[in-house]
């Protein structure tokens, strides 16, 4: 009898052990597919590979930037070991040639997210490693290769989904503490990065406990889709969620179920071509276990999964998506069968059928459609010595803003970076600039346009 009770309790010890894992997870979640009815708008895009990555790592993630009009991909931690965790490699695109250890992060990223602000010339990591570095806020400056640590989130997690709903506030789904198994970490808190305060608040609560779930947010709709919950489970749940620009808080509400069932860490990113929008999410681990190189397209024209994309070109889960504007997403890294990967490839939309531009969420807010190009006048004017500039985008096209004294010569590059369409803005700091009238030039390949401003010290 003893000995039948020593083997039970082994077995379930074993169990749990398995099931506590970074990578998969090796208790399979069941669950049934479909494959979306056919509609009458249509989505398609092309899979191309680019250079491999130097390093073969599980949960990294990535953000695409240009410099002086030179398009490159980060990729930040990922792996197993210290180094590995705290790596910053990109690719030049322009030549398809990365260089590795570009940077090192001041903590270990495991299944985090970056967000480019500021027009690129800065990348926001969210998330961390467990235990003890979990829910950490990194701010890396491109231009320098610098980093900077910011406030910790108000609950310490990785694992989330990370979305931008303005160059000011950034919303953290979700998460938990990179791990699969039925007593790892999960989450239903949602919250709100300010990045001018640099503080934290919490919105609306998610409808479930969540961890490596995907999705994206276009104005003033986020779409989430899969995850790893309660129990250990992975779920094929899907949820559309409204923001009120003016509270912060999320109506939430329930969607059509993914479509290849139960998933987990997928690499999603919003979509816009043309009139058309939606969310697109490839790859991924079909009950938390298996990898698979299916990809599937939310479209908000007719609120449902709209098949047409193509399957990426490796099955793989635990990576994330970043974007070239709306219209191409890059992904790179992740786990495929029993191993590790390097691929990087990258998705270009060719059509995105569907006339929903206008029918997006709620009030309109920063992320809204420009009818005009147009450079806005700063506030404060007169300043001392900080101000801000607003531009608008009918386009996604590459901006510079310069800064020229009274005589002509300029006197600082504000920007020089891709921007996607809608409307942005930049500080600018003249604390290097005695007091006089400046201006200051946007130009773009369709538009220039230039303005004064007084600085009053």
Not at 178 to 205: E, I, M, P, W
Not at 277 to 286: E, H, K, L, Q, S
Not at 345 to 354: A, D, K, V
Not at 370 to 390: A, D, H, M, R, S
Request: proline fraction near 4%; include cysteine.
């Amino acid at each position: 009898m003893k000995i039948l009770i020593t083997l039970i309790i082994l077995i379930l010890g074993f169990t749990q052990a398995k099931g506590q894992n970074p990578d998969f997870d090796e208790n399979y979640t069941y669950g049934s597919s479909y494959i979306p009815a056919l509609l009458p708008y249509d989505v398609s895009g092309n899979w191309s590979v680019l250079s491999n990555s130097p390093n073969s790592v599980s949960r990294s993630c990535c953000a695409f930037v240009e410099i002086g009009g030179v398009p490159y991909l980060y990729q930040f931690g990922g792996g197993n070991s210290s180094n590995d965790l705290k790596r910053v490699a990109r690719l030049n695109l322009s030549n398809n040639t990365w260089q590795n250890n570009y940077s090192t992060m001041p903590y270990q990223i495991s299944s985090g997210t970056a967000i480019t602000i500021n027009g690129g010339t800065e990348i926001l990591v969210f998330g961390g490693n467990s235990p003890s570095n979990l829910g950490k806020t990194l701010k890396y400056n491109v231009i320098s290769n610098s980093w900077e640590t910011k406030a910790d989130m108000l609950t310490r997690i990785t694992d989330a989904l990370v979305v931008k709903h303005s160059e000011t506030n950034i919303f953290i789904i979700g998460g938990g503490d990179g791990y699969f198994g039925a007593n790892a970490l999960k989450t239903n808190k949602v919250q709100v990065y300010n990045t001018s305060s640099n503080t934290y608040s919490y919105s609306n609560d998610f409808p479930i406990q969540n961890a490596m779930l995907g999705g994206g947010l276009y104005r003033d709709t986020i779409i989430t889709a899969g995850g790893y919950t309660t129990g250990g489970i992975s779920v094929a749940n899907c949820y559309k969620g409204v923001i009120n620009p003016s509270t912060m808080n999320i109506t939430w509400t329930q969607i059509s179920n993914y479509p290849a069932g139960p998933i987990t860490r997928m690499a999603s990113y919003v979509a816009v071509k043309g009139t058309g929008v939606g969310v697109m999410f490839t790859g991924g681990a079909v009950g938390g276990s298996i990898p698979t190189s299916a990809t599937h397209f939310w479209n908000f024209c007719t609120q449902s999964w709209q098949p047409g994309l193509p399957d990426n070109t490796q099955a793989r889960s635990n990576y994330k998506a970043c974007g070239r504007g709306y219209d191409m997403v890059f992904t790179t890294g992740g786990y495929t069968t029993n191993t590790n990967s390097n691929r990087t490839e990258s998705l270009t939309y060719t059509h995105i059928e569907g006339p929903c531009m206008n029918m997006v969420g709620i009030n309109g807010n920063n992320n809204s459609i420009p009818e005009k190009f147009e450079l806005k006048q700063n506030y404060p004017n007169p300043f001392n010595p900080q101000t801000v500039i607003g531009f608008s985008l009918p386009k996604s096209a590459n901006v510079r803003i310069i800064v020229s004294d009274a005589g002509g010569k300029q006197v600082s590059e504000l920007v020089n970076s891709y921007y996607v369409i809608g409307n942005h803005t930049v500080e600018y700091n003249a604390a290097n600039l005695s007091s006089g009238i400046y201006f200051y030039t946007i130009i773009t390949n369709d538009f220039t346009q230039t303005r004064k401003m007084l600085l009053v010290k």
